[in-house]
């Protein structure tokens, strides 16, 4: 199973790109990357999937370079509405055979 | 509201009483998982479904803990003679398996308390 590291606590100013590094050095040919966000109480919630290169979206970019052992995603311009717990999820969304397992994510903190 | 939904919510139960919570997925959605969350950790993987076969329940906790799929849609997840320890939010997550791009999407759990 492809082991994720990712920061366990980050600091950040409304108005500021946020950038959340997670590291996979295990990953596998059929691994894709996820990020999601979690607000307490709720269960998470998706962001944004990748598998090379760059994938932009209307809330996220996410950033893989070519040896896909880390990722790094990126929040424009975050907002008191993102302090939450981002986590990144390494795993075969191809066929699934494998679990699909998380780390300990990333707290973000937004203060105005 | 078309997404995965869990009953109940919240769930109380003395020590030694008997759980079981529902999943019913996004309709289409032949995946579904089973993760629990204890306070300040991410989601821990329990077993997970492709229809009605459980394809992984190795990481089930115990015993204690069983998973079914019946008919492929809704599932269960019981939790027998309940500790303390089980103490914890259970998720339910669903994806359409065969799509690369097929996420999983969660519910929003039950919250277990033992007493």
């Known amino acids: 199973l492809a082991k994720t590291t990712q920061p366990i606590s980050m600091d950040s100013y409304e108005g500021q790109e946020v950038n959340i590094t997670c590291s996979h050095n295990n990953i596998a040919t059929n691994d894709y990357i996820t990020w999601y966000q979690q607000f307490p109480s709720q269960g998470p919630r998706f962001i944004i999937q990748g598998y090379k290169t760059k994938v932009t979206n209307e809330v996220a970019s996410l950033f893989i370079p070519a040896d896909r052992k880390s990722s790094t995603l990126s929040l424009p311009r975050v907002s008191l509405s993102d302090t939450a717990v981002y986590y990144c999820?390494?795993?075969?969304?191809?066929?699934?055979?494998?679990?699909?397992?998380f780390g300990s994510g990333t707290r973000l903190q937004v203060q105005p | 509201d078309t997404g995965v939904s869990q009953n109940p919510r919240h769930k109380i139960t003395k020590r030694g009483q008997n759980v079981t919570f529902r999943c019913d997925p996004i309709s289409e959605h032949n995946r579904l998982y089973w993760y629990r969350q204890t306070l300040g950790q991410g989601p821990e993987f329990l077993t997970y479904f492709q229809n009605e076969a459980q394809l992984e329940k190795s990481r089930l906790l115990s015993d204690r803990f069983s998973a079914e799929r019946p008919k492929g849609s809704f599932s269960t997840l019981e939790i027998q003679r309940t500790e303390q320890g089980d103490s914890a939010m259970y998720l339910c997550?669903?994806?359409?398996?065969?799509?690369?791009?097929?996420?999983?999407?969660f519910g929003n759990g039950t919250r277990l308390t033992v007493t």
């Open positions: 997550a669903t994806r359409r398996a065969g799509q690369s791009n097929s996420p999983l999407h």
């Open positions: 999820l390494v795993g075969d969304m191809q066929t699934g055979r494998r679990a699909l397992t």
